[in-house]
């Protein structure tokens, strides 16, 4: 059911892209690293299930979303207003604080880590680099269309692809199949976090929703097939990177497998130092248009209306913090993916939708639901992130 009429296809092909762009970030980089004990079968599993968990909690968060802009009869609805109408102010106060805290830290990681490709690249001082980066990607997300993002994005993605494809031929000539065949399915959990953080893109779905005019068919599409996409790149680029590790015990004594690319073939550094720009990019574009849109609906902005304060409150912060610590990079990946990702994007909208689904208080129009199960599917997103997390903060305390 939609708010009003159906947008044209473009529009469509925009907001996949604009998943897709958002999905492909900086996780990217650190998947095989975190991939690589339990080899790339067990792995390659546990990916799927992560995506396929993440296009769950996303579909849920569209739901909420959609069924709120009903509601209110507005769209431009964030996680504030979804939260406030489904969990009360406990829900929001909470809500409100882990988005911004994870936003703000990816920020941060992207800002310092583009910024580093920029100096290397360019030859100039890193906070020359950083507001420059800042101010491009930033004045793409203020000043353009949502027709001009979509065509942005496409063109990173595009930019992506070709990058990504000019690695995997470079890196595969030298390809132990050997390496592929270690499975150590003990070792996925530890690899859940930065995988599932890797699959980020449900901060967008509030602009997806608001984009699409509510059409819960649109969303699905371009959530899915907005995923998909990076998963079939996550697949083949672990292949790639952890089949270049040439012996178990090669692989035992690397702590990065890309290192050892980056060291043992000149070609490849370039490569990959653009694939990485790209794909930060592109999700550096979704992350600034989901914070500001959160910022705004947070600030009691009129909608519709594009107001500097909330892109400067999204961009000044990131560009400060990054400059004070330029190693911030993995620091902020790591405490976001384990502790943020599985809260924010996974407990949080199954609490939400189970609220609007099951809530005697709920009074708005209810529209078919996006994700099938009832409250058994709810339960294992609960229940599984809630899982994940303990073994994670268990694991961090007897490494104290």
Same mark, same amino acid.
């Given at each position: 059911m939609s708010l $009003?009429?159906?947008l044209p296809s473009r529009s469509l092909s925009s907001s996949i892209f604009l998943v897709a762009g958002t999905t492909i970030g900086a996780?990217?980089?650190?998947i095989p690293a975190v991939t690589q004990e339990s080899g790339f079968l067990a792995s390659s599993v546990a990916c799927i299930l992560c995506w396929i968990f993440m296009v769950t909690t996303?579909?849920?968060?569209?739901e909420v979303n959609v069924n709120t802009m009903c509601e209110l009869g507005s769209g431009g609805v964030s996680l504030v207003s979804m939260a406030k109408r489904t969990l009360g102010v406990a829900g929001v106060q909470f809500s409100c604080w882990s988005y911004i805290f994870i936003h703000y830290a990816l920020l941060i990681a992207y800002v310092a880590r583009s910024s580093d490709i920029l100096t290397n690249f360019l030859g100039i001082p890193?906070? /020359?680099?950083a507001t420059?980066?800042?101010?491009v990607f930033g004045g793409i997300c203020y000043f353009g269309s949502q027709r001009f993002i979509g065509a942005v994005n496409g063109v990173l993605l595009f930019g992506i692809i070709i990058s990504f494809t000019s690695l995997v031929v470079v890196a595969s000539g030298d390809l132990h199949l050997d390496a592929l065949l270690k499975v150590n399915f003990a070792a996925v959990p530890m690899s859940i976090p930065i995988i599932a953080l890797s699959f980020v893109y449900q901060n967008v779905v509030p602009v997806l929703c608001t984009n699409l005019e509510g059409n819960l068919s649109r969303v699905r599409t371009a959530i899915v097939l907005g995923t998909a996409i990076p998963l079939g790149l996550f697949l083949v680029w672990d292949v790639v990177i952890l089949g270049s590790v $040439?012996?178990? /015990?090669?692989?035992d004594k690397i702590a990065d497998p890309l290192q050892q690319l980056l060291s043992t073939n000149g070609v490849v550094g370039p490569i990959i130092q653009a694939f990485s720009f790209l794909a930060i990019g592109t999700s550096y574009i979704g992350f600034v248009l989901g914070l500001s849109d959160f910022l705004a609906d947070l600030l009691k902005l009129p909608a519709g209306e594009n107001k500097p304060l909330p892109y400067i409150l999204t961009?000044?912060?990131p560009l400060v913090l990054a400059l004070l610590d330029p190693e911030i990079f993995f620091k902020a990946l790591d405490f976001a993916g384990t502790y943020g990702v599985l809260v924010l994007f996974g407990i949080i909208p199954a609490a939400m939708a189970w609220s609007d689904?099951? $809530? $005697?208080?709920s009074t708005s129009i209810k529209l078919p639901r996006l994700v099938p199960g009832g409250k058994v599917t709810l339960s294992l997103v609960m229940g599984a992130s809630g899982c994940i997390i303990l073994s994670e903060i268990l694991d961090n305390l007897m490494h104290l």
């Open positions: $009003s009429l159906p996780g990217i980089l650190a996303g579909l849920l968060i569209a890193l906070w /020359e680099s420059l980066f800042s101010l $040439s012996t178990p /015990e090669m692989a961009l000044i912060p689904r099951y $809530s $005697s208080s």
